[in-house]
């Protein structure tokens, strides 16, 4: 079973999201959480094969979480998601170590064909 977190302060996107995941199977939606403290405590308690992270979120930014969550020991893979696809962000993003960068407004399909390799990967 390949565990995924979800983190999005819109609630539309994490429904959106967990639609999306809901249709392939061997996927399970471990978790969600609307801002960054509570994304960094989900993460780090339920320790997720992938995460799926906005950029702009309450509290914590997601840089700020990727950062946290890319120190610790196996980290899980993170897959940044923003509203804001420019190439400054998009490279913030894989220096600071994310596995992937989507758009929001045109991309949630590559959200499923991400998820998709990562379980052929497996």
Known sequence: ?????I???SQAVRERLVELLAGLE???VAG?????EAAMAGI???RPDAVFLDINLPGRNGLEVLRAVKAAPSPPRVYMLTNYPHPLYW????DEGADGFFDKTAEFHRVVETVRELLRSR
Do not use: S, T
């Open 32 to 36: 969600m959480a609307a801002d960054g």
């Open 1 to 5: 079973m390949l565990r995924v977190y």
């Open 91 to 94: 490279k913030k993003c894989m």
């Open 44 to 46: 780090a308690a339920l």
């Open 26 to 28: 061997g996927v399970e």
């Open 7 to 9: 983190v999005d302060d």
